[in-house]
């Protein structure tokens, strides 16, 4: 039910008001009361659905929101509002409406003391709310509570005039806060950076059920405007890959000069090494994938300051390498003859193709002392001095050989030789290398 004020003229819904005993009802826009004991005929009913001014009416000068009901609709600001909360002369209230679709922090970070939200809700957003008011007090300021909904407290309070509502206010005032046509933030973060949410922020959905999404909802798209080098990034990532491009391109010509070496032999010696290094990447590939892990996990518990997890990725990663590499070289070197007819039929080549087998198949986990050792050097941002250790020893080592031992023997079992001795060597250097500059970590 509508009722008029007889103080300022205005229309307001009667039925949504408690009776405050010996003083009876109050005005929400000129707290006006009603006397004692006067009952509502008194008072002009109305039907009007929105507050309207009569002629001559005295201008509505403030909203009594300490004396207002939880869930009234109000306009102040030039924007719509939900009381939410009274508290000691306080209000607690709620846009009625979704304002604007924005990030919770451009840069995607939850933590809304410092999001990109907040700046603008008490910038220029606020600004704009005190050009419709008078005096720079017209809102007051809180300090916000900022503790995760796991109850993590690292990122602490933030002062604010205008902000995101928390999970428990959301909570308490469930039942007041109609339903949005979209999807808003709360200011409580999911998580913390500690815990590595650091972009998952709460949100309300728009049937009113709590969930996440990532803070700069949306990063995915690309825009030409952002667009730009990070010249850090680029030359960390630069120190990382040309060395180890340098590595394998040179890795390339090594392997060029024994190949020609063993072209120095017969036709079927040629195509009996050929089948035999089908192997190779099989093995190789494989055991490389413990590597991959050996650098990533490396350098994730050097920046996580976890000095302990560093030294065991590299004992795991090894020893994983290391158990593929013996395993399916034992099981080459017993199934080498089935292996190898999967390429050839001829006895020669076959038989050539198990001199290799022979040599290869017990020194293919060796290799995982030098490249393990390689691949955590770069792990700790190291990737120069084991670039320069792998090619001396896997590169210029074997060319010496060529040039030496294989030019006197003149013997395939020589020339199979380089792998195991050069491998050995290099994991002994790189393997050093590693554990100097762990220490200084």
Not at 12 to 31: A, D, F, L, M
Not at 249 to 277: D, R, Y
């Amino acid at each position: 039910m509508t009722a008029k004020c007889v103080g300022c003229g205005l229309d307001w819904n009667v039925s949504i008001y408690q009776k405050i005993p010996r003083t009876g009802y109050i005005c929400p826009h000129c707290e006006s009361r009603l006397r004692a004991g006067e009952t509502l005929p008194n008072i002009q009913a109305s039907q009007k659905a929105r507050p309207q001014r009569t002629k001559g009416a005295t201008p509505m000068k403030k909203i009594a929101l300490k004396n207002t009901a939880r869930g009234t609709a109000f306009d102040y600001a030039g924007q719509s509002w939900i009381l939410l909360e009274n508290d000691d002369g306080r209000a607690l209230c709620l846009s009625k409406d979704i304002i604007e679709t924005r990030a919770f922090d451009e840069g995607n970070c939850n933590n809304f003391a410092v999001a990109s939200s907040k700046e603008y809700l008490n910038g220029a957003y606020l600004d704009n709310l005190l050009e419709d008011v008078n005096g720079p007090n017209a809102f007051l300021t809180t300090e916000l509570d900022l503790t995760t909904d796991d109850g993590l407290k690292d990122y602490g309070t933030c002062t604010v005039t205008i902000f995101l509502l928390t999970v428990d206010q959301y909570r308490r005032n469930r039942d007041v806060i109609p339903n949005a046509d979209d999807w808003w933030w709360l200011s409580t973060a999911f998580s913390t950076k500690s815990n590595g949410y650091e972009s998952l922020a709460r949100g309300v959905g728009s049937g009113g059920a709590l969930y996440w999404n990532y803070a700069f909802y949306g990063s995915y798209g690309l825009r030409m405007k952002d667009i730009a080098i990070d010249r850090d990034a680029a030359a960390a990532v630069l120190r990382i890959g040309v060395p180890a491009a340098i590595q394998y391109s040179l890795f390339a010509i090594a392997n060029i000069c024994i190949q020609t070496s063993i072209n120095s032999f017969s036709h079927v010696v040629v195509e009996g090494n050929s089948a035999a290094t089908n192997a190779d990447s099989l093995i190789y590939d494989m055991m490389a994938a413990f590597y991959t892990a050996c650098t990533s996990f490396i350098a994730q518990n050097l920046g996580a300051r976890k000095k302990e997890r560093v030294l065991s990725t590299f004992f795991i990663t090894l020893a994983y390498s290391f158990l593929m590499g013996l395993v399916l070289g034992v099981a080459l070197f017993i199934f080498q003859r089935p292996f190898l007819l999967l390429f050839t039929s001829d006895d020669a080549v076959i038989h050539y193709g198990q001199i290799r087998i022979g040599v290869m198949a017990f020194v293919y986990c060796v290799s995982a002392f030098m490249d393990n050792a390689t691949a955590a050097a770069r792990g700790i941002g190291k990737s120069v001095a084991p670039t320069i250790i792998v090619v001396m020893g896997s590169v210029i080592f074997r060319i010496i050989w060529l040039l030496t031992v294989f030019a006197y023997f003149k013997t395939l079992q020589s020339l199979y030789l380089i792998y195991v001795i050069s491998w050995t060597l290099t994991a002994i250097a790189g393997n050093i290398y590693f554990a100097y500059h762990y220490r200084r970590i």
